[in-house]
């Protein structure tokens, strides 16, 4: 069976635009949760999904935005980009809301 | 401070063992988490324990937890040079109705042949 995916691997962007990455969970799991991972710390928390619905939000401002689709696939949205967004975005699905997470490749961006 | 402290390096000769060592702060968490990154490339799900367990072994790794002083360990057994990577240490956290992973800055290993 397929893990989970992320598209694209690279983007490079410059200050002020906007960025759209995509994931697509582990078939059967229902819950996707995103995760920033700067050079050299540990991935952070941005935002669980759960059925479609947003169960959880890290410290993100508000240019950061999600959502989930009926086929559990999901899509996180950076509007305005600095250059501190530079980052490996990941994500990570799960059975179930509050059960193990399982890692994509991660998309890098970065932002010039 | 940091919820989850972990040391940054690691080095091993090949053979040996290995072990990289956590501490988090959060009791209630039910899960905690090793997962390994390899350079360019996203996180592994090594193995976990759920917190009512005090040890847990699978195949060269072995999970210690100490509940009491918030203390988790990995051990890898038979060190290869393959096992060069970062390892993270997670801790499962609910809140406001998410369940999120927070993890440790992550320890490099380095293994000499």
């Known amino acids: 069976d397929a893990g989970v995916t992320q598209s694209p691997t690279h983007l490079i962007k410059t200050r002020g635009q906007h960025v759209t990455l995509r994931c697509s969970p582990i078939?059967?799991?229902?819950?996707v949760s995103w995760y920033q991972q700067v050079l050299g710390q540990g991935p952070q928390f941005i935002f669980q999904?759960?059925?479609?619905?947003?169960?959880g939000r890290g410290n993100f401002p508000d240019r950061f935005s999600a959502r989930q689709f009926p086929n559990y696939s999901s899509e996180l949205n950076v509007n305005a980009l600095l250059l501190g967004d530079s980052a490996l975005y990941l994500c990570a699905s799960s059975l179930g809301a509050e059960e193990t997470q399982y890692f994509g490749p991660g998309t890098r961006l970065l932002v010039l | 401070g940091e919820d989850v402290e972990q040391s940054l390096f690691l080095s091993v000769r090949e053979g040996d063992s290995s072990v990289i060592n956590c501490t988090y702060t959060d009791s209630s968490s039910t899960y905690l988490y090793w997962y390994k990154q390899e350079p360019g490339a996203g996180l592994q799900l090594l193995t976990y324990i759920f917190s009512n367990m005090d040890m847990k072994q699978d195949q060269r790794l072995t999970v210690l937890l100490n509940k009491k002083d918030k203390h988790l360990s990995l051990r890898i057994a038979d060190t290869q040079t393959g096992d060069s990577a970062i390892y993270f240490c997670?801790?499962?956290?609910?809140?406001?109705?998410?369940?999120?992973?927070?993890f440790g800055k992550g320890t490099k290993l380095s293994v000499i042949p």
């Open positions: 078939s059967g799991h229902k819950s």
């Open positions: 999904y759960y059925e479609k619905e947003e169960r």
């Open positions: 997670a801790e499962s956290k609910t809140g406001a109705g998410s369940y999120q992973l927070t």
